[in-house]
Structures are given as structure tokens and as C-alpha cells.
T-cell receptor, first 120, second 113 residues
Framework: GAVVSQHPSWVICKSGTSVKIECRSL??????MFWYRQFPKQSLMLMAT?????????EQGVEKDKFLINHASLTLSTLTVTSAHPEDSSFYIC????????????????FGNGTRLTVT | AQSVTQLGSHVSVSEGALVLLRCNYS??????LFWYVQYPNQGLQLLLK??????LVKGINGFEAEFKKSETSFHLTKPSAHMSDAAEYFC???????????FGQGTELSVKP
């Protein structure tokens, strides 16, 4: 089945530093990837839609200069949390849709295993 | 605005008992509906989905869900709970908006021995 690899699975960083999270589709090509944030015991909040070869589309209230997204190839999207602060500590999850499957709206998203970010 | 509501943030059942997790959506257009399961510190795994056709959808691990348009519901059921079913379950919907998923609040399922 389709696999999405997210790296790292957990990271601890100091306040003020930047952290990069990678999301790779291992056995399929993904023109679109999505980045979510999840707080403890809460649902997933869509942060942005990452499109290969173009700028990401950010959801309302998400700072694009804070959360930099790059989708340089059909199999890789990265999320960089810049100048991280303790309030950025969260569980970040990416997902990807297989471009080869017909019907983009009904083909399921494949999720990475998430990245636990802790900012001290 | 489209939305998804999961009734009950926490459901507890005994092993072998029926599992029923409720999901209602609001939509002015036909939705595509999904159920995902999340284990601690992991991503989401697709259980099942409804797009068109048969309204009773069977998924993995013995789960199934029925799309009821008149009730705008897509409840998830499993006849007999297993300890390994304990997890967080999310109902989600997508419309013709580039495939963005809208998630419900999630329901934590506990299974008692």
C-alpha cells in the first residue's frame, strides 16, 4: 500500500531555533500534500496545502512566514518551523494524495506517522 | 460552511460488545465521507470511505459505516469490540475543494476486558 514517511518522528529544539520536518511519499507521486497540526486530545487542524512546483496555500490564521512549506518534487514536501517558541510545540502530521488515482476528491489521503515537536 | 460533528468525545465498551461511533455532517452538496483511526503518537489510517454507490460501506478490521443522507449521518459500527480497537477515531468529509479534508473532533474508544 501507499506509504508516507515523515521524518523526524520526534524532535526537541530550543526556543528561537528552526526545525525542518520532511514528508515523503515512498511509492507514489503526490502533487498535493497537506500539513496538519494536532494538539493533545484534539482533532487535526489543516495548516496548509502544499503543491508541487508552486506556493503553498495557507489556511486562515496560519502564519506563512512562521511555517515555511516547500514542495520541490513529486515525492517530497518540507515544513520548517522558524524561530520556534514553546507554543509551537505540537504534533505535526502530513498527508499526501496519489496523483495516479482517478478522482482526486474521493481517493483517500495517506498519512505520515507524525512528528512530535517540543520547543524548550 | 461544511462541518463534521462527532457525538461523544469518549466512548467505552466492553470487549465483545457493539461499537457505535456517531458522525453527522452538514453539507449542501454530496459529500465524500471517511473514517480514520489513530493510535497514540501515530498518523491516521483509513478505515473506510463512502463516495458513491452502496450506502453501507465495509472497511478494515471488521468496521462498517452507513451513509444516511436523510439523517446526514455516517456512523461507524463494529459488531464485536476487540481490545486492539482502542484508539482515537476521526470522521472526515471532503467536498469539491481540492480535496481538503474536514475532520470531526474525534472520539476516543476504550475497550474494557
Amino acid at each position: 500500500g501507499a506509504v508516507v514517511s515523515q521524518h523526524p518522528s520526534w524532535v526537541i529544539c530550543k526556543s528561537g531555533t528552526s526545525v525542518k520536518i520532511e514528508c515523503r511519499s515512498l511509492d507514489f507521486q503526490a502533487t498535493t500534500m497537506f500539513w496538519y497540526r494536532q494538539f493533545p486530545k484534539q482533532s487535526l487542524m489543516l495548516m496548509a496545502t502544499s503543491n508541487e512546483g508552486s506556493k503553498a496555500t495557507y489556511e486562515q490564521g496560519v502564519e506563512k512566514d512562521k511555517f515555511l512549506i516547500n514542495h520541490a518534487s513529486l515525492t517530497l514536501s518540507t515544513l520548517t518551523v522558524t524561530s520556534a517558541h514553546p507554543e509551537d510545540s505540537s504534533f505535526y502530521i502530513c498527508s499526501a494524495r496519489d496523483r495516479g488515482i482517478q478522482g482526486p476528491y474521493n481517493s483517500p489521503l495517506h498519512f505520515g506517522n507524525g512528528t512530535r515537536l517540543t520547543v524548550t | 460552511a461544511q462541518s463534521v460533528t462527532q457525538l461523544g468525545s469518549h466512548v467505552s465498551v466492553s470487549e465483545g460488545a457493539l461499537v457505535l461511533l456517531r458522525c453527522n455532517y452538514s453539507s449542501s452538496v454530496p459529500p465524500y465521507l471517511f473514517w480514520y483511526v489513530q493510535y497514540p503518537n501515530q498518523g491516521l489510517q483509513l478505515l473506510l470511505k463512502y463516495t458513491t454507490g452502496a450506502t453501507l460501506v465495509k472497511g478494515i478490521n471488521g468496521f462498517e459505516a452507513e451513509f444516511k443522507k436523510s439523517e446526514t449521518s455516517f456512523h461507524l459500527t463494529k459488531p464485536s469490540a476487540h481490545m486492539s480497537d482502542a484508539a482515537e477515531y476521526f470522521c472526515a468529509v471532503t467536498y469539491n475543494q481540492g480535496g481538503k479534508l474536514i475532520f470531526g473532533q474525534g472520539t476516543e474508544l476504550s475497550v474494557k476486558p
